[in-house]
């Protein structure tokens, strides 16, 4: 849903440079995500790469955006990461679309395969995937947001949020040579916040 508040490109200039830098790209953001058309993805950026550190990604304004996204917000600082991608970082071209989706209320395919917890697609209860989201690089043309069948126009740098673990959501095609560069914040909200700030509504409540 769009939230009209953006953040300063002053915090988000550094990664979009960063990320630009296609050697960059090819040495550190190489995974290919289940879309449509190219695009290559880097998750779970919350935990640091040493790697990556020293070839110069802006971890400082990475932690900066995702407290500013907390606070616009009205959630804890305590609220618990998504462990299944994270924050991710995604690089996309002419072409790309994401298809409707759901994503995982629970751990489904983290980095630690110990974690990996035996749930049924569409579990839902003590927590909900909730991802913000916002747009460094807005292609020309398409790019937007799909969530439950409407498309949100959204600005370059404005914060969306996503329920991706309740509402379908996927994107529409990228169009032009302007690539869609996206930072995405992901957290299991507590089901009592969602339904308190009146994001989620259970089926149970009238």
């Known amino acids: 849903m769009n939230s009209g508040y953006k953040i300063s490109s002053s ?55 995702s ?22 970082l995604c690089y996309s071209e002419n072409g790309h679309w994401v298809h409707e989706h759901n994503d995982p209320n629970f751990y489904y395919e983290g980095p630690d395969e110990s974690l990996i917890e035996n749930k049924p697609d569409g579990y839902l209860n003590e927590v909900i995937h909730t991802r913000f989201n916002l747009l460094i690089s807005k292609p020309t043309k398409g790019g937007n947001p799909v969530i439950c069948d409407q498309e949100y126009d959204v600005e370059e740098n404005e914060v969306w949020r996503c329920l991706a673990g309740f509402d379908k959501h996927g994107t529409t095609k990228v169009e032009g040579s302007k690539p869609r560069i ?14 308190k700030n009146s994001w989620y509504k259970p089926n149970n409540i009238e």
Do not use: C
């Open 11 to 65: 915090k988000t200039s550094p990664i979009l440079e960063w990320i630009l830098d296609k050697n960059n790209r090819d040495k550190h953001i190489t995974e290919i995500p289940e879309h449509n058309g190219m695009a290559v993805v880097k998750d779970n950026l919350q935990i640091p790469s040493v790697v990556m550190y020293k070839d110069g990604f802006p971890y400082k304004d990475l932690y900066d955006i």
């Open 67 to 88: 407290k500013e996204i907390l606070s616009f917000y009205q959630l804890p600082d305590s609220i618990r990461i998504e462990p299944n991608y994270g924050y991710m």
């Open 182 to 195: 996206i930072l995405s914040f992901g957290f299991f909200v507590p089901t009592e916040i969602a339904i």
